[in-house]
């Protein structure tokens, strides 16, 4: 075993805590926050959700950057401990300006940008401490790597709560910062310990090459896919134009126009991806249309990111609606301590069930599956995950109808609708870049991190197109006309929007050909010999970027 592997696992657990330890308590200050003072009291829940799903946006669009800064220019260690030093910034920024609005949104986007910026790499450096002599031992690493993110968040989920609710704003952002700060220490403290993989000249067959050659390619005048991703540009373009009408943000707008470009662009290159060929590599060409196959499927699951994610805004607000029990813990010779459990605390539920989960799903419920003639594969896995997360949001709408009629609710029963989200959690975001590193080619596997990343992004996108249509005066009348509060009713509409992803996605994986793009098995290296960069990152084709459990 790697000796430096430690000191990145530890790091992990330290930055996890920080980052769910800022998260899970960023909606419930906000609308008691003075930042929102200047909104009506009735407005500050909306507002506040609106900046929650915003700044989850952020996280998981700058991966993009963080992965191109570190495979063009400076290296994974360098890009992780520069992102990580703007993190820590980003976490004084929210301790220090918790009644200044410039000052705090600043403290977000710098924790968007540090987090996401390391957000692609974490993972891949943990691949680069293995070659061919122990790469066997990078399973247990990884393990280890998805257990202690889950350990961290459930901490901080449990605890972050009730030192805001205690000891205010400045030590409920200041705490996570610190632990941001020492897990950059802890990383930096094993420097001289880790393999560094020499940045790689530009690759003349990359996705973007490739696909930039089929989609501008004049052979015989531009083809049809040219002229969509031409319509893609203007599609986007009306989309900023929007911007000053206030339907959306600035953030929101541009990235529903990256989305839109993306979507049309890669549209357009599949049509004619054959025009790139005789000038790039024909495996070139069939990894970049695995990768665009690759990303229908990714497309599909952005559903269940737009659930997942209000658990921690749509979730907690209406945990603020119901009985909160009260807890007395018996210390001992301590004395007796008493505590509310807040509603914020139920997001621990979540990676206290998924450390329950993955073991029992392993050793129990997939080889019982198995032996009963159903094969759990990854696509199946996948499917039914997004199934899952449409019945929690089926069982928690539920639960408001009860709360809107009159009838008070103990919050114990949010762990119901929790519980049933983190098994398609499980299902879909533990499998999902599983399945797409097998189905991408070693020279593209970078590539599909960063597009998995993007499906939180564009989940977060829905949650906050929605919204903004709900504010049309047309759509609350006709929401009023089926009975059902607006909260409900957008609780029953996101498990149908759920369950149509899962019928669009079973459909489409019955006519998708699974591949086996695993790394072939590698002659031994001296030890003196630092792998490539490709060898590197693919030390274990079950390496996974684990850091997007929240996700």
Same mark, same amino acid.
Not at 347 to 376: D, K, S, T
């Given at each position: 075993?790697?000796?430096?592997?430690?000191?990145?696992?530890?790091?992990?657990?330290?930055?996890?805590?920080?980052?769910?330890?800022?998260?899970?308590?960023?909606?419930?200050?906000?609308?008691?926050?003075?930042?929102?003072?200047?909104?009506?009291?009735?407005?500050?829940?909306?507002?506040?959700?609106?900046?929650?799903?915003?700044?989850?946006?952020?996280?998981?669009?700058?991966?993009?950057?963080?992965?191109?800064?570190?495979?063009?220019?400076?290296?994974?260690?360098?890009?992780?401990?520069?992102?990580?030093?703007? *993190?820590?910034?980003?976490?004084?920024?929210?301790?220090?300006?918790?009644?200044?609005?410039?000052?705090? *949104?600043?403290?977000?986007?710098?924790?968007?940008?540090?987090?996401?910026?390391?957000?692609?790499?974490?993972?891949?450096?943990?691949?680069?401490?293995?070659?061919?002599?122990?790469?066997?031992?990078?399973?247990?690493?990884?393990?280890?790597?998805?257990?202690?993110?889950?350990?961290?968040?459930?901490?901080?989920?449990?605890?972050?709560?009730?030192?805001?609710?205690?000891?205010?704003?400045?030590?409920?952002?200041?705490?996570?910062?610190?632990?941001?700060?020492?897990?950059?220490?802890?990383?930096?403290?094993?420097?001289?310990?880790?393999?560094?993989?020499?940045?790689?000249?530009?690759?003349?067959?990359?996705?973007?090459?490739?696909?930039?050659?089929?989609?501008?390619?004049?052979?015989?005048?531009?083809?049809?896919?040219?002229?969509?991703?031409?319509?893609?540009?203007?599609?986007?373009?009306?989309?900023?134009?929007?911007?000053?009408?206030?339907?959306?943000?600035?953030?929101?707008?541009?990235?529903?126009?990256?989305?839109?470009?993306?979507?049309?662009? @890669?549209?357009?290159?599949?049509?004619?991806?054959?025009?790139?060929?005789?000038?790039?590599?024909?495996?070139?060409?069939?990894?970049?249309?695995?990768?665009?196959?690759?990303?229908?499927?990714?497309?599909?699951?952005?559903?269940?990111?737009?659930?997942?994610?209000?658990?921690?805004?749509?979730?907690?607000?209406?945990?603020?609606?119901?009985?909160?029990?009260?807890?007395?813990?018996?210390?001992?010779?301590?004395?007796?301590?008493?505590?509310?459990?807040?509603?914020?605390?139920?997001?621990?539920?979540?990676?206290?069930?998924?450390?329950?989960?993955?073991?029992?799903?392993?050793?129990?419920?997939?080889?019982?599956?198995?032996?009963?003639?159903?094969?759990?594969?990854?696509?199946?896995?996948?499917?039914?995950?997004?199934?899952?997360? @449409?019945?929690?949001?089926?069982?928690?709408?539920?639960?408001?109808?009860?709360?809107?009629?009159?009838?008070?609710?103990?919050?114990?029963?949010?762990?119901?609708?929790?519980?049933?989200?983190?098994?398609?959690?499980?299902?879909?975001?533990?499998?999902?870049?599983?399945?797409?590193?097998?189905?991408?080619?070693?020279?593209?596997?970078?590539?599909?991190?960063?597009?998995?990343?993007?499906?939180?992004?564009?989940?977060?996108?829905?949650?906050?197109?929605?919204?903004?249509?709900?504010?049309?005066?047309?759509?609350?009348?006709?929401?009023?006309?089926? @009975?059902?509060?607006?909260?409900?009713?957008?609780?029953?509409?996101?498990? @149908?929007?759920?369950?149509?992803?899962?019928?669009?996605?079973?459909?489409?994986?019955?006519? *998708?050909?699974?591949?086996?793009?695993?790394?072939?098995?590698?002659?031994?290296?001296?030890?003196?010999?630092?792998?490539?960069?490709?060898?590197?990152?693919?030390?274990?084709?079950?390496?996974?970027?684990?850091?997007?459990?929240?996700?």
């Amino acid at each position: 075993m790697p000796r430096q592997i430690p000191y990145i696992i530890a790091s992990e657990g330290c930055e996890r805590f920080s980052y769910y330890g800022m998260r899970n308590i960023l909606f419930q200050f906000l609308p008691v926050s003075m930042l929102m003072l200047h909104l009506p009291e009735a407005e500050r829940a909306g507002a506040a959700k609106d900046v929650f799903h915003t700044f989850a946006m952020g996280v998981y669009f700058f991966p993009l950057l963080g992965g191109y800064l570190a495979d063009r220019f400076f290296g994974k260690f360098n890009t992780i401990f520069w992102f990580s030093m703007i *993190y820590c910034l980003g976490h004084a920024f929210l301790a220090i300006f918790e009644d200044s609005r410039t000052g705090f *949104y600043s403290g977000l986007f710098l924790i968007a940008l540090g987090a996401g910026g390391i957000k692609p790499l974490v993972a891949s450096f943990v691949g680069d401490q293995f070659d061919d002599r122990n790469k066997h031992l990078a399973k247990l690493v990884f393990d280890a790597f998805y257990w202690i993110i889950n350990f961290g968040s459930f901490f901080a989920s449990l605890l972050m709560p009730v030192f805001l609710a205690s000891y205010g704003p400045s030590v409920a952002f200041g705490i996570p910062g610190a632990l941001m700060f020492i897990a950059t220490v802890v990383l930096v403290a094993a420097r001289k310990r880790y393999v560094m993989v020499e940045v790689q000249p530009p690759n003349p067959n990359s996705f973007m090459r490739v696909a930039k050659t089929a989609l501008f390619s004049q052979a015989g005048g531009h083809g049809n896919g040219f002229y969509v991703a031409v319509a893609g540009a203007v599609l986007a373009a009306g989309a900023l134009a929007l911007l000053p009408l206030g339907y959306l943000a600035f953030a929101p707008t541009i990235c529903l126009a990256l989305v839109i470009v993306l979507a049309f662009a @890669g549209i357009g290159t599949s049509m004619q991806l054959d025009r790139a060929r005789g000038i790039h590599t024909d495996e070139a060409i069939e990894g970049v249309r695995a990768v665009l196959r690759i990303l229908i499927i990714f497309a599909l699951v952005t559903p269940f990111h737009s659930l997942f994610d209000q658990k921690a805004t749509e979730w907690v607000k209406q945990g603020q609606a119901m009985v909160i029990p009260a807890w007395e813990i018996n210390l001992g010779f301590l004395g007796t301590w008493e505590t509310n459990f807040l509603p914020a605390q139920m997001q621990a539920f979540n990676p206290l069930m998924v450390m329950l989960l993955i073991p029992f799903n392993n050793l129990v419920l997939y080889p019982l599956m198995h032996r009963l003639g159903y094969e759990p594969t990854t696509l199946r896995r996948m499917t039914w995950g997004i199934v899952f997360s @449409g019945i929690a949001w089926i069982a928690a709408g539920s639960l408001q109808v009860v709360l809107d009629g009159g009838d008070k609710l103990t919050i114990l029963w949010q762990i119901l609708p929790y519980a049933l989200l983190t098994f398609g959690e499980v299902l879909v975001s533990a499998t999902g870049l599983e399945f797409a590193y097998s189905q991408a080619p070693l020279a593209m596997k970078g590539v599909i991190m960063s597009f998995w990343n993007l499906t939180t992004t564009v989940g977060n996108l829905w949650v906050l197109l929605v919204d903004a249509g709900v504010r049309n005066d047309t759509v609350t009348s006709k929401i009023k006309d089926t @009975g059902l509060s607006e909260t409900a009713f957008l609780m029953f509409f996101f498990a @149908g929007f759920a369950f149509l992803a899962a019928l669009a996605f079973k459909l489409y994986v019955k006519r *998708y050909k699974v591949l086996d793009n695993y790394r072939k098995q590698q002659p031994k290296v001296s030890r003196d010999v630092v792998p490539d960069r490709a060898a590197g990152a693919a030390a274990l084709p079950e390496a996974r970027d684990v850091s997007d459990r929240d996700k």
